[in-house]
């Protein structure tokens, strides 16, 4: 018998839409604990709570996300739309809208982002080492007579340098060819900036006031020579003032925190290294006409100062018909006070000349004092003499008889000398003489001592020679002829 409709229905579990909400997100976070998900950030929008909404694409399909505030703060990357990313997070759903979505905690760079992620490891470490230091950036030279530029010698960059040297402030340009992209570009650029840095100043090639490190646009692989560790270092060593033009103006090489300056395109880097010849003749006109204004300035102003200098100025006549009648009354009053004063100083003059020593008086005291003074030197030059016939006798020899001792003395110690040269082996050894040495540097002093086949060392006066024994011969010695010459060994 078939049921009844009605009684099938109410079999069925009847849920709260809370609760089916509920059980959809905990079947989910239990499925899914912790995910690592990849795809293309898409729809990045940061909201003023400090949370960060945002959604992962790939070919079939997209997928919502969320950054909380709390996360944000940790990730080693800033989210930005067309970046490909790998997500770590788990899966959650939200109830208000019956959505899922990723809580994610954690960016990681993907593809491209994996060379991004290597650019930004790179970077923070020369960062650590000073090398973007803005202490370490240069003023470029107001206007440079010699312009470097490194760059492809095909291609329109250095065209766009040139014409815009031309166009603004004609300079001389030097290119240095080099690849910029590929296997050894990065050396190829490094090696290009140290040889501008060690020309000499003065030398055949002219040393470079500036250098430019120009590249067009292109991929992020295209521009990784740029973002080498070689070619940062050398921009950063380099001891000519670096302008870095690499790339589109949204492009960011690692080259453009080590340079100097950053230009966004190759024409901006030639507009940098040159003024604009229009602008500093109007700028000169400008300061020409200022300076004009300003020494009228002055000259009204030393006018104004002059002439009410002058109404301040007294009557000069008056003043020196004043000044000459007082020169005439002090003149007057002189010639009566000069008599006056003589007749003072003779009457002092006579007051006090009774009370003055004569000077017969004052020479017989000087007479006395110098006669006490011849007879104290006597008596000292006597006890000076009797002192000298006290001493002894040695004391008044003469150094005659010394000398002539010392010269005997001498020429006994050079006869001396000159017999102890004689008996010397040396001397011997320079009349024609050798010495017999064993391998060992002993003397040999016996032909029975010699070993067939050993080997000797004969000394002159000049040196030393090395010789091989035959062996003793024995027998009588040959006699020698009168007058001849006897052997020493």
């Known amino acids: 018998m078939d049921s009844n409709p009605a009684e099938a229905a109410n079999n069925v579990p009847e849920y709260a839409v809370s609760e089916i909400s509920g059980a959809i997100k905990r079947t989910l976070e239990q499925a899914f604990g912790r995910v690592r998900v990849r795809g293309e950030l898409t729809e990045v929008k940061r909201y003023p709570s400090g949370h960060i909404y945002l959604s992962l694409k790939d070919e079939g399909g997209k997928l919502a996300g969320v950054i909380w505030k709390t996360s944000v703060r940790g990730l080693s990357l800033q989210p930005e739309n067309g970046v490909e990313v790998i997500a770590t997070g788990r899966i ?9 979505q990723l809580i994610i905690e954690r960016l990681d760079y993907a593809g491209e982002g994996a060379l991004l992620a290597r650019i930004e490891k790179l970077r923070m470490k020369l960062l ?3 090398l973007f230091a803005p202490e370490r950036k240069r003023a470029l030279p107001m206007l440079p007579q010699v312009i470097g530029v490194v760059t492809s010698e095909k291609g329109a960059v250095i065209q766009d340098i040139r014409t815009t040297l031309l166009r603004r402030f004609p300079r001389r340009l030097i290119l240095w060819p080099v690849a910029v992209q590929g296997a050894g570009a990065a050396e190829q650029v490094a090696a290009a900036i140290n040889g501008f840095s060690a020309l000499p100043a003065g030398g055949a090639v002219p040393r470079p006031d500036v250098i430019i490190v120009a590249r067009g646009g292109g991929s992020l692989e295209d521009l990784m020579a740029f973002n080498e560790e070689v070619v940062v270092r050398a921009a950063a060593a380099c001891s000519i003032p670096l302008i870095s033009a690499v790339g589109h103006e949204t492009d960011t090489t690692l080259i453009d925190f080590a340079s100097d300056k950053r230009a966004p395109t190759p024409t901006a880097a030639a507009e940098l290294a040159v003024p604009a010849r229009a602008d500093l003749l109007a ?3 400008q300061r020409n006409a200022r300076l004009l204004q300003a020494a009228r300035a002055v000259t009204e102003r030393a006018h104004r100062r002059l002439v009410q200098a002058e109404r301040q100025l007294p009557d000069l006549p008056n003043m020196l018909g004043g000044l000459r009648q007082r020169l005439e009354d002090r003149g ?4 009566v006070a000069l008599p006056a004063m003589l007749r003072r100083k003779r009457q002092a003059l006579a007051e006090v000349a009774p009370r003055l020593p004569h000077p017969r008086e004052q020479l017989a005291g000087k007479r006395h004092a110098l006669a006490l003074l011849v007879g104290r030197s006597e008596a000292a030059l006597r006890r000076a003499l009797a002192l000298r016939a006290a001493r002894p006798a040695l004391g008044r020899l003469s150094a005659a008889p010394v000398l002539a001792l010392l010269r ?3 020429a006994r110690l050079e006869g001396l000398a000159a017999r102890l040269e004689g008996v010397s082996y040396a001397a011997t050894l320079k009349r024609g ?5 064993s391998a060992e ?3 040999v002093t016996s032909a029975a001592a010699v070993q067939p086949g050993a080997t000797l060392a004969l000394l002159f006066a000049d040196g030393q020679v090395g010789v091989t024994a035959e062996g003793a011969r024995q027998g009588r010695r040959k006699p020698r002829t009168p007058g001849e010459q006897g052997a020493l060994l």
């Open 92 to 100: 959650s759903a939200y109830g208000e809208r019956s959505s899922y």
């Open 128 to 130: 650590a080492e000073g």
């Open 283 to 285: 700028d000169l006109a």
């Open 332 to 335: 007057e009053r002189l010639a």
């Open 408 to 410: 005997e003395r001498k």
């Open 433 to 437: 003489f050798a010495l017999v040495q």
């Open 441 to 443: 540097g002993t003397p």
